[in-house]
């Protein structure tokens, strides 16, 4: 009995130390499928592809010491009048790899609306140096989207936050 005790609690101790794996949202935050649109029939529109750096870490202190960001994409369409389309946005690594697609189907955006892709904080497969590829279509003579990227971390009582904006590459 004594035995059978003791095994119960060396492997309820054994368990308790084992980490919870936390899911991270980032690899699909949003059901881009309810976007979907076709705009096959709409050939007048404009392409677009824009660069958006982003950054899962920062370097703190010296190159040998990280710290982890979420990062968040902002994808903004900045007509009050026309719906624009982005047809892909593909997020890449330090070193240039691509590690996800969110969509490679146009999604709409309807007028002054915002959606979002949100890097978690403990994603940090993007590195130093991650960033975005956003293609892009909209209707003649409509102001082009805005693209950035918002960078936090809280600890304690110290806050780190910082943007950039895309720049268009074609």
């Given amino acids: 009995m004594k ?27 949003e059901n881009w499928s ?14 677009g592809k824009s660069y958006l750096s982003v950054y899962s870490q920062i370097y703190s202190m010296t190159e040998h010491k990280t710290h982890n960001l ?4 902002s994808l903004r369409n900045t007509s009050d009048k026309d719906t624009i389309y982005l047809t892909k946005a593909e997020y890449f690594d330090t070193h240039g790899k691509s590690l996800r697609t969110y969509f490679s189907h146009p999604i ?9 892709i949100i890097i978690d904080e403990i994603d940090v497969e993007g590195g130093t140096g ?11 003579n409509c102001p082009e989207p805005l693209f950035e990227g918002v960078m936090n971390s809280t600890m304690s009582q110290q806050g780190l936050s910082f943007t950039t904006q895309a720049k268009r590459i074609e």
């Fill in 130 to 140: 991650s960033n975005f590829l956003i293609e892009w279509k909209i209707p003649k």
């Fill in 70 to 73: 979420t990062a968040m994409a």
């Fill in 34 to 47: 309810k976007r979907k649109i076709n705009i096959s029939a709409k050939d007048s529109l404009e392409y």
């Fill in 108 to 116: 709409y955006l309807a007028p002054m609306e915002t959606t979002a």
């Fill in 3 to 29: 035995k059978c005790v003791l095994s119960l609690l060396v492997v309820s101790l054994l368990l308790s130390c084992i980490e919870d794996k936390k899911e991270i949202s980032s690899i699909n935050p």
